[in-house]
Structures are given as structure tokens and as C-alpha cells.
């Protein structure tokens, strides 16, 4: 199984500050034949279920605010929320969908400072 | 938009089967891949598998022993029995929607998801 570990565990953050989400993979999720990295970054609000943000590491979703963005390759990703505000705090997931049995980190829960 | 709505028994007892159904409304289960994912409380998300519209099904190796999904399509649903069940299978379940388009894409739909507690 792919392992995905993230880091910090937990982050505060200012609002308007910014705040950067790693994830680690235990082995590349890049390919180079289609030159995309099947890595996912998911924000889970309290009692909501996950909501997709970013695919294939750095496209964001329809409707998800500009401040998100993804970056990365291979085996290391980051997630920067440029402008932090009160609606994302939430706990962050990234996600591979490389291999089966499909993997998530252990979560990021980032809060107001 | 497409709405996916889990449900099921709440409480089951241990050893017996957990039973859970995934509707879809707002569009069809055709030409889509179906999975269930669980997250105990407060803990992370574990992917169960998927069922495809046709029935094909793909299971994760650590369960694949207790685990059925199936797909209805003149019901709109997929569905998820896990046989056996402990306490450690105490969890929220949720059902997610995803494609295949270069390969596997995330999962771009959820449902509200539905706590089961296992416990006697």
C-alpha cells in the first residue's frame, strides 16, 4: 500500500495569514506518461463529509477559492491556503489515487490563531 | 446535482452483518465507479472499495474476506454488506462517486455519510 504521511498534525494560523499543508508519499504517484500526479487534497469541515479541492496535485475544483492552491511532484506535495479565513478551518486530507487500495494522509487540522 | 444519500441500521451487534445502501438522486449510477469509505470518530478515512455500474467490483485487501458491494441500477443504488463485524468497525460510512479518465480519478461526490456503531 501506498503510505501518505502529512505535516504538521496541527497548524494555526492568523486570518488573512497563510498556511502550507505537506503530504508525503511513500512511493511516486507521478507518471510520466501522461505527466500527472494522482494526488488529491480534501477539506472536511466539522460533522460535513469530505469535499474535494484539489486533483492531480495542483487543479483546483470548480467553485474552490483561488486562495487554495496544490503543488508538487513525485512524492512531495504541499497545500497553501494563501489568505487564511474563518470558513477554512477544517481538517485537510490528501488522497492517492494511483494505486489500489486508494490511500489518505491522517489529516492536517488547521485553526484560527 | 447529483445527491448521494447513505442509509442503514445505526447499531448493529458484533459478529452479525452490517447492511448499508448508497441512493443516488440527480443522475444515474451508469457510466460512474461507486465507493464506500469509512472514518471512525475523529480518525481518518479508510477506503472499503468499489462497484462499478456493472457490477465489477474492486475491494480493499485488508477487508476483502467480509466485504460485498453491488450496484442496482433500476434502483439508483449501490449497497455495502460487511460480514463479521467488530467494534472496530465503528465508524461514519460514506458512499463517493469517481471516474476513470487517465486512470482513476478522486472522489468528486459524497454523501452525508451515516454513523454505524457496533455493539452488543
Known amino acids: 500500500d501506498i503510505v501518505l504521511t502529512q505535516s504538521p498534525d496541527y497548524l494555526a494560523v492568523s486570518l488573512g495569514e497563510r498556511a502550507t499543508i505537506n503530504c508525503k508519499s511513500s512511493?511516486?504517484?507521478?507518471?510520466?506518461?501522461?505527466?500527472?500526479?494522482?494526488l488529491a487534497w480534501y477539506q472536511q469541515r466539522p460533522r460535513q463529509p469530505p469535499k474535494l479541492l484539489i486533483s492531480?496535485?495542483?487543479i483546483r475544483q470548480s467553485g474552490v477559492p483561488d486562495r487554495f492552491s496544490g503543488s508538487g511532484s513525485g512524492t512531495n506535495f504541499s497545500l497553501t491556503i494563501s489568505s487564511l479565513q474563518a470558513e477554512d478551518v477544517a481538517v485537510y486530507f490528501c488522497?492517492?489515487?494511483?494505486?489500489?487500495?486508494?490511500?489518505f494522509g491522517p489529516g492536517t487540522k488547521v485553526d484560527i490563531k | 446535482q447529483v445527491q448521494l444519500q447513505e442509509s442503514g441500521p445505526g447499531l448493529v451487534k458484533p459478529s452479525e452483518t452490517l447492511s448499508l445502501t448508497c441512493t443516488v438522486s440527480?443522475?444515474?449510477?451508469?457510466?460512474?465507479?461507486w465507493s464506500w469509505l469509512r472514518q471512525p470518530p475523529g480518525k481518518g478515512l479508510e477506503w472499503l472499495g468499489y462497484?462499478?455500474?456493472?457490477?465489477?467490483?474492486k475491494y480493499n485487501p485488508s477487508l476483502k474476506s467480509q466485504i460485498t458491494m453491488s450496484a442496482d441500477t433500476s434502483k439508483n443504488q449501490v449497497s455495502l454488506k460487511l460480514s463479521s463485524v467488530t467494534a472496530a468497525d465503528t465508524a461514519i460510512y460514506y458512499c463517493?462517486?469517481?471516474?476513470?479518465?487517465?486512470?482513476?480519478?478522486?472522489?468528486?461526490?459524497w454523501g452525508q455519510g451515516t454513523m454505524v456503531a457496533v455493539s452488543s
Open positions: 512511493q511516486s504517484v507521478f507518471y510520466r506518461t501522461n505527466n500527472k500526479n494522482y
Open positions: 463517493a462517486r469517481f471516474t476513470f479518465t487517465y486512470g482513476f480519478d478522486p472522489f468528486d461526490v
Open positions: 488522497q492517492q489515487y494511483d494505486n489500489i487500495p486508494f490511500t
Open positions: 492531480w496535485a495542483s
Open positions: 440527480g443522475g444515474s449510477i451508469s457510466n460512474y465507479y
Open positions: 462497484v462499478y455500474y456493472t457490477g465489477s467490483t
